[in-house]
């Protein structure tokens, strides 16, 4: 069975750091892009970041570039998003996704994890 | 940045009815777009992908179309378990772009 099961989320103070996680199992994970989306509470979905199969090719969106860095390890079937500079409009559910490409911008999204909350507030 | 203007934000229909969901692109993204749907606490899921494909396993009252500019995701006979919001996704530039939104009640 294809899964996506994100962690590290929780509850920070504005201006501090966290670092989401996500372990891939069910398919073989080095062969597709991969991705962050975020949603508010009540609020619609956001693309956070992506990366490439070989992290050759990464991007983000313009409300996170300079805080956020996805990384990606492909020994450990696993995702990262390392978030600094937190901020109160970071609060939100971070999605972890899976691309049907190899490289982003293809064939959008197809599996999502069920998600992990991060609340930035003092 | 490609925006993409979803319509309506919501909308109220009755078991069987024909709903029309549309999402407008700023520019041109060829037919890479794809339509999700979420329920409540649930992640969202895929229904379409290019624009007119159907995704494996979810039924034939969806569909979809569209190129360019202009998309439009279509139920044919709204069931009880299609009560959701929808979502278009453009994958065609960086950064890739939601649509905020619909949001389909029962009536």
């Known amino acids: 069975e294809v899964q996506l099961v994100e962690s590290g989320g929780g509850l920070v103070q504005p201006g501090r750091s966290l670092r989401l996680s996500c372990a891939a199992s069910?398919?073989?994970?080095?062969?597709?892009?991969m991705h962050w989306v975020r949603q508010a509470p009540g609020k619609g979905l956001e693309w956070v970041s992506g990366?490439?199969?070989?992290?050759?090719?990464?991007g983000y969106a313009d409300s996170v570039k300079g805080r956020f860095t996805i990384s990606r390890d492909n020994a450990k079937n696993s995702l990262y998003l390392q978030m600094n500079s937190l901020r109160a409009e970071d609060t939100a559910l971070f999605y972890c996704?899976?691309?049907?490409?190899?490289?982003?911008?293809?064939?959008?999204?197809?599996?999502w994890g069920q998600g992990t909350m991060v609340t930035v507030s003092s | 940045d490609i925006q993409m203007t979803q319509s309506p934000s919501s909308l109220s229909a009755s078991v069987g009815d024909r709903v029309t969901i549309t999402c407008r692109a700023s520019?041109?993204?060829?037919?890479?777009l794809g339509w999700y749907q979420q329920k409540p606490g649930k992640a969202p899921k895929r229904l379409m992908y290019?624009?007119?494909s159907l995704q494996s396993g979810v039924p034939s009252r969806f569909s979809g179309s569209g190129s360019g500019t202009e998309f439009t995701l279509t139920i044919s006979s709204l069931q009880p378990e299609d009560f959701a919001t929808y979502y278009c996704?453009?994958?065609?530039?960086?950064?890739?772009?939601f649509g905020g939104g619909t949001k389909v009640e029962i009536k």
């Open positions: 996704v899976k691309d049907t490409s190899a490289y982003m911008r293809i064939g959008g999204f197809d599996i």
């Open positions: 069910g398919f073989t994970f080095d062969d597709y892009a």
């Open positions: 990366i490439s199969w070989n992290s050759g090719s990464i």
């Open positions: 520019q041109g993204i060829r037919n890479d």
């Open positions: 290019a624009t007119s």
């Open positions: 996704l453009q994958h065609n530039s960086y950064p890739l772009t």
